[in-house]
């Protein structure tokens, strides 16, 4: 077999990009391997040949939907059967496509990480035939890379069930310890691992020292030197992505704000004016990019600092794909560390937290726990990330195994009556499909289907019900819709002790909120550094340059680089804890604890907020700019004052 010329034939491309002929002949061969190549060199089609080549189908991973859309396309352009399962579609479009992997017709199936979860698609899964699992952005799979994704631990456990042969990494972004990590989760020698070509000749590191109030005209004068080139200025905060895009479009640049906290049309209708050219300039929180391909992106403006060296390198990976020369410059200063070091202490949970969860497992009644995500985050005050962290730990310490996840609620709309559908069968089946409807309830359109109403009359289990439901809807008797997830797992035992696993589990957190924090000087050291940074970062994810300098960053041209505080803050014993912190302390009661007192401060949510409408109090986020451990120690000395003192 000659590659190249499958290459020709499905992709119309001649050559291969470098590092693609070898991860492809080692999947080819039947092996496991991973990519490690920077954002646009074409990772993608390190399976999309071999998803040609190989006998079954290939089941793509990704943790975005965005990323999909476009290779959705790409494949789509090319005639290749590919097919994307998600939440957006309707019943025949998500039977379809099941139909279609059932029946060998889809070369590319393409979903997210969460499906798996899914109750109806592990049924549907069972009935696939899959030669290669394709991870994308596979470093979310280590708890030691940028952008862990507890879903993602889960992934080998799925492919050995699904017994899928083969598997394939791809990532930008895997220092040497990310790449042991998840190599190793998923039995990848590390001769299969191919990293190749960190080092962009043609994108400009320009670091660029800046106070913070001096940053937006600083911006706005680099964007008036050539208005029309497609820019996209990363910041931290959406009310920053906001402010930007107003000042910027003040001044007659065709600039517009991008952030989670839009909704998701009006996000897809800026990024598709963005690629095709009617809107110049995005201002972006980290939101905004993720599997973007356009091609001419001329300037990557941080306007704040990254969030880790991964993240710069990928943003600003983005720009000068066509490899013309593009400009990737940071307004840098040391104002903003506080606030990216707060997003960190943010996910390290309150000690009392984890007890409150320990309890709930011990005092659960026989060996499966049952709960819905955000019920429990409200309940015992864990935000959902580090919830479903801590619930991968407890895994891990062999307390807990995950099962399942299924919906609690199944809800459909009848296309014929109920007697119609009994009809179909006969005998015991007729008993029971009669059993399964007259314990639903029709309202208005929707139908619900209570299960342990059947559970408690008729002798059957879940399984049979939910085979039941699925059939109808494929036979288009009905619409069945899945609402509200429940998780199941499984008590491997309750004789732990609660205290010693408190304890244990608060480090994990406490040991991975350091190396966060280490991450982030690392990086501010990254860019004050005394020598080439280009360099410095291709040798970040291990690839060695043979020149000492680059010739086009800002060490090069010989730049001062000296990163410094510009903001003057008014020192914390100046401040009245009582005006602080009096309407909090009074609203929350017993959860005004020093760890909630210090989040309310610094602007960090957390579940237990919710309840009392923090964001509406204009307290909240006051001492945003301090660092947290300075927050929380002066808190813990000015509730030694003889003052009101709450709980806890
Ligand atoms: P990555 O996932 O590594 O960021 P993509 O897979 O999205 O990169 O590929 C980037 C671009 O390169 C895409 O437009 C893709 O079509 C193109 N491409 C991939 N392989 C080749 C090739 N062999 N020749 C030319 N273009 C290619
Ligand atoms: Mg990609």
Redesign the pocket.
């Known amino acids: 077999m000659i590659p190249e010329k499958e290459?020709q034939k499905h992709?119309g491309?001649?050559?291969?990009?470098n590092g693609?002929k070898d991860v492809i002949s080692k999947i080819l061969d039947g092996n496991s391997a991973a990519?490690i190549?920077?954002?646009?060199?074409?990772?993608?089609?390190?399976y999309?040949l071999p998803a040609m080549l190989l006998p079954e189908m290939t089941l793509v991973v990704s943790p975005l939907l965005s990323l999909m859309k476009?290779?959705l396309d790409?494949l789509t352009a090319h005639h290749i059967p590919a097919a994307r399962l998600d939440s957006t579609l309707d019943r025949d479009e998500t039977n379809k496509i099941f139909e279609q992997a059932k029946n060998r017709e889809l070369k590319i199936l393409m979903i997210s990480v969460e499906r798996f979860k899914n109750e109806r698609f592990r049924y549907h899964l069972q009935n696939m035939r899959i030669s290669l699992l394709v991870i994308?952005e596979a470093h979310c799979i280590s708890e030691w890379g940028h952008n862990f994704r507890p879903e993602y631990l889960k992934l080998p456990h799925y492919q050995k069930e699904f017994n899928i042969p083969q598997t394939l990494l791809?990532t930008?972004t895997a220092t040497a310890a990310v790449i042991d990590d998840m190599c190793g989760k998923l039995d990848i020698c590390r001769e299969n691992v191919v990293v190749t070509g960190f080092y962009r000749k043609n994108l400009f590191l320009k670091v660029t020292p800046a106070a913070e109030a001096d940053k937006k005209t600083i911006l706005l004068k680099r964007i008036q030197r050539t208005p029309a080139a497609p820019t996209i200025v990363y910041v931290t905060l959406q009310k920053t992505a906001e402010t930007v895009a107003a000042f910027l479009y003040e001044n007659n640049i065709n600039a517009h704000a991008y952030h989670a906290g839009m909704q998701s049309r009006e996000r897809e209708n800026i990024q598709n004016r963005f690629m095709e050219g009617s809107l110049a300039c995005i201002v972006a929180t980290i939101a905004f990019g993720m599997?973007i391909?356009k091609?001419d992106i001329r300037r990557i403006i941080h306007f704040d600092l990254p969030k880790s060296i991964e993240n710069y390198s990928q943003e600003i990976?983005r720009s000068g794909?066509d490899g013309e020369l593009s400009l990737c410059q940071i307004l840098a200063n040391r104002d903003g560390i506080n606030v990216l070091e707060n997003f960190i202490y943010g996910d390290t949970p309150d000690k009392r937290s984890i007890y409150r969860l320990l309890q709930e497992i011990k005092n659960n009644n026989g060996f499966t726990w049952e709960f819905k995500l955000t019920r429990l985050s409200n309940e015992i005050n864990i935000r959902a990330l580090p919830l479903k962290t801590l619930l991968v730990y407890l895994s891990m310490e062999g307390i807990i195994r995950p099962k399942t996840t299924y919906f609690d609620e199944y809800a459909f709309k009848f296309f014929s009556g109920p007697e119609k559908i009994i009809e179909q069968f006969a005998e015991e089946r007729k008993q029971f499909v009669s059993a399964v409807f007259s314990h639903c309830q029709t309202k208005k359109i929707w139908t619900s289907v209570d299960m342990e109403g059947i559970l408690n009359t008729y002798a059957t289990n879940r399984q049979r019900i939910i085979t039941a439901l699925e059939y109808f809807n494929e036979k288009g008797w009905i619409e069945l819709q899945t609402r509200q997830a429940v998780e199941v797992y499984d008590i491997m035992t309750q004789a732990f002790d609660m205290d010693t696993v408190t304890e244990k589990m608060h480090t994990l957190f406490v040991q991975k909120e350091s190396h966060g924090i280490e991450r982030i000087h690392q990086m501010v050291d990254f860019f004050e550094s005394r020598s080439c940074i280009s360099r410095q970062l291709a040798g970040y994810f291990g690839e060695t340059l043979e020149k000492e300098h680059c010739g086009h960053c800002s060490f090069c041209k010989n730049e001062s680089i000296e990163l410094k505080t510009t903001a003057r803050l008014k020192p914390l014993s100046n401040m009245d804890f009582n005006d602080l912190t009096g309407e909090f302390i009074t609203v929350a009661g017993e959860h005004a604890t020093e760890m909630n007192l210090t989040k309310f401060l610094c602007g960090i949510y957390t579940p237990v907020f919710s309840k009392f409408k923090v964001k509406a109090m204009p307290i909240f986020g006051a001492l945003e700019q301090y660092p947290f451990p300075e927050v929380k120690k002066w808190i813990q000395a000015s509730q030694k004052l003889p003052l009101p003192n709450p709980a806890g």
């Open positions: 290459l992709f491309f001649s050559t291969f990009k693609q990519a190549f920077p954002t646009g060199a074409g990772k993608s089609m390190c999309q476009d290779q790409f994308d791809l930008a599997g391909d091609k990976g794909r």
